[in-house]
């Protein structure tokens, strides 16, 4: 416990990424997957759920300060910061709307990261449109049978506590699933485009019975707010790793541009390579600016933060999305080498325009909300 944070925020949470992520990021993504050992440093260090309160061995961090600590977890490792962000999720929902008993069960375990959570909404038939899940969720005898697959779900190889979304019989109900229930059968998904060490599985529920403190949340009327409220946050997250995917590639470009010499000309003083070093620094600014800015409003309870949290998701995957591009074509056949870390963060920031919303969608629903701001 040598290296115990007494508070959480971006300065600490960057000694820590620098001295124990940063310089494995590679190895793991190779190996398709994060040892042990580095999961319970980070849960050492208070870093899993760092929002809960002390009681829930949390530091009662604003979510302004939480999205500058993934930045910086993303800044290194999007597989890191992607079971960060599931785990979140999950820990963030029984706190908003789980019961006394049920924070009484978990929260501590999910606080202190003894306990990691997964998030399950996904199926094989249902992605961007969530109204299409499958998965269903028969109450009996005062419990419920959960019974149909998740897939693509982060940190699912690991995890010990699943919120799953399924069909319930008025509306669509959240259920946490603890991983050891019989009837729970996880299948790795492995070799991934990106955040390749991220841990993926397949997750088949088969008569699955769960008692009734399963439920979080009141039936029916919670699910949606849940569900919606739950996606904001993971995507606020993924917004702030990919500020960090940037600033990781300005940093990266920035170095090699300082040592690569052709034609007898520094890469530095080239106008071209310039230009897209200094696009990097202005989108690594405006995309941490939207994501503080939606921080801001989660603070003060404001809905508004809906709209800011797409608008800073949609600006920063696409800017990493861009410049991770334009990092390996800056370090050149160097940076096309697999193990090249320029390399990893393109085959990352893809996935940042994918997940927690695509950008398809995210275009579509900012869209909406301008014609609704107009009252058309
Ligand atoms: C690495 C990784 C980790 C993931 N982790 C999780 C996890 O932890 N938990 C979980 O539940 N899920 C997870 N997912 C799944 C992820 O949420 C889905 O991939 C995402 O919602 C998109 O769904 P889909 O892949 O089924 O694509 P589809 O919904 O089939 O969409 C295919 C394409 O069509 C576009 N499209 C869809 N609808 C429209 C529209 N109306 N107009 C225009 N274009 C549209 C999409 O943008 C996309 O480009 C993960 C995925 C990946 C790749």
């Known amino acids: 416990m ?14 820590f990424v620098d001295e124990h992520i940063a310089p494995h990021a590679g190895a793991w993504d190779r190996a398709g997957r994060v040892p042990d050992e580095v999961l319970a440093r980070i849960a050492e260090s208070g870093l899993w759920a760092p929002f809960l309160p002390p009681e829930l061995g949390g530091s009662a961090t604003d979510l302004v300060t939480l999205g500058a600590v993934h930045e910086e977890f ?28 049920q924070r009484e069960r978990w929260g501590r375990e999910l606080g202190t990261g003894r306990a990691l959570g997964a998030f399950c909404l996904s199926e094989p038939e249902a992605g961007s449109d969530t109204a299409a899940i499958a998965t269903t969720a028969r109450a009996e005898r005062g419990g419920w049978v959960l019974d149909g697959v998740k897939t693509w779900i982060t940190g699912g190889q690991r995890a010990d506590l699943f919120l799953v979304f399924a069909r319930g019989p008025a509306a669509t109900v959240a259920l946490l699933v603890p991983r050891d229930t019989p009837g729970v059968r996880v299948t790795p998904i492995d070799d ?19 008692g009734p403190d399963a439920l979080l949340g009141p039936a029916g009327f919670a699910s949606g707010m849940l569900l919606t409220g739950t996606l904001d946050l993971g995507r606020y997250s993924v917004a702030a790793g990919s500020v960090g995917i ?3 590639c300005l940093d990266a470009s920035a170095d090699h541009c300082a040592r690569r010499v052709v034609g007898g000309v520094p890469l530095r003083d080239l106008p071209l390579i310039r230009a897209k070093v200094s696009d990097m620094v202005t989108d690594a600014r405006a995309a941490r600016l939207l994501v503080a800015e939606a921080g801001r409003l989660k603070d003060a309870g404001d809905e508004a933060t809906l709209a800011a949290t797409w608008v ?12 991770a591009t334009e990092a390996v074509q800056i370090h050149g056949a160097a940076g096309c080498a697999g193990d090249h870390p320029v390399s990893r963060y393109y085959r990352d920031a893809k996935v940042m325009e994918i997940i927690e919303g695509s950008s398809e969608i995210q275009r579509l629903t900012i869209a909406d909300e301008a014609y609704r701001r107009r009252g058309a």
């Open 192 to 210: 991934m485009l990106g955040t390749r060490a991220s841990m993926l599985a397949r997750i088949d529920f088969r008569e699955v019975r769960l």
């Open 246 to 248: 940037v600033q990781a």
């Open 74 to 101: 993303g800044r290194a490792c999007s597989s890191v910061r992607s079971l960060l962000t599931v785990h979140t999720m999950v820990a963030w929902a029984l706190r908003r709307w789980g019961t006394a008993e």
């Open 2 to 15: 040598t290296d115990q944070l007494t508070a959480v925020d971006r300065a600490t949470a960057r000694r």
């Open 312 to 323: 800073a998701k949609y600006f920063a995957s696409t800017a990493a999305a861009r410049h």
